[in-house]
């Protein structure tokens, strides 16, 4: 789309300013799924030459991953103008609470691989560990195929797909969970489970850019081990559950509220000059 639009865009509105809204850091995403694969490491420099070449030629990149915004200027030299772009979400008013609320959840698209491939290393690494305590997962998302489905129920998780209303995933469940072991930029099911309250534990993909404190707002795992100790300890401590709750609500409420974003939003139109304070 940018190798469209720009070159038209500069030859028939010169004096325009042009802001990309990078969603993620493609690269990056395509770089953490290669491993070792030679073909899959080839695309991903095909991706970042392409991807950087047309950050060079706007005039304001926007990034909700902060990680990611130190990972574009490291390789364009500071020659690209990087800013926060905003998240923003209602703060519902109702929250679980955790005597009505039971077993672990995880949200994602099938078709975006690293959710397949987190819910996967999940099923066989940590499941078994935390079974015997009686936790149950269930899994939603659309584009759940029938051998994912399967292979999840084999393994005595609950495979539901797609939900429709997802306040029923968050308010009914007590535990969510995102797993990622790849993947870019923000996770908008993680926001969205913060500001309901639904204590999250996540991996540091899962929880980068966000900004989250371990132990006060989330709960961040990387072993098996630490996953399945963060799960059991974190479903039987009510007092601890609670104060996880709370803290992510007002964390939420705080970084990605309507005036946060307007805040963020009035700083890019600042950075190149489309909006000034007057006195």
């Known amino acids: 789309m940018a190798q469209e639009s720009i070159p038209a865009l500069r030859q028939y509105a010169p004096d325009c300013k042009i802001i990309l809204n990078n969603a993620d850091l493609h690269f ?38 902060e990680t990611e915004h130190a990972v574009i200027q490291s390789h364009t030299d500071n020659e690209v103008k990087v800013r926060k772009c905003p998240w923003v979400v209602d703060i519902p008013s109702t929250f679980p609470k955790f005597e009505q609320t039971k077993g672990l959840a995880f949200l994602g698209g099938f078709q975006h691989p690293p959710n397949r491939e987190g819910i996967e290393w999940f099923a066989s ?25 399967a292979s999840l129920k084999q ?17 009914n469940h007590r535990i969510f969970i995102a797993p990622l072991l790849s993947g870019a930029g923000i996770k908008g099911k993680v926001i969205n489970a913060l500001a309901y309250g639904i204590p999250t534990i996540l991996s540091p993909i899962a929880a980068e850019g966000i900004g989250l404190r371990h132990g006060h707002d989330c709960l961040i795992a990387k072993s098996p081990h630490e996953w399945a100790e963060a799960i059991t300890n974190l479903n039987i401590n009510e007092r601890y559950w609670n104060s996880i709750s709370k803290a992510s609500r007002e964390y939420a ?27």
């Open 155 to 171: 393994q005595g998780i609950n495979a539901v797909g797609y939900i429709e209303h997802l306040e029923d995933l968050y308010l």
């Open 125 to 149: 690494e940590v499941m078994p560990s935390i079974r015997e305590h009686g936790i149950e997962l269930s899994v939603y998302g659309a584009g759940m195929d029938d051998d994912l489905k």
């Open 28 to 65: 990056l995403r395509e770089l953490r799924g290669a491993g070792r694969d030679p073909e899959k490491l080839e695309k991903a420099e095909e991706v970042r030459e392409l991807e950087l070449e047309m950050m060079t030629q706007v005039d304001v990149v926007l990034s909700y991953n």
């Open 253 to 279: 409420q705080q970084q990605f509220s309507f005036a946060e974003g307007r805040r963020l939003m009035r700083e890019t139109f600042e950075t190149i000059d489309l909006f000034n304070i007057q006195n």
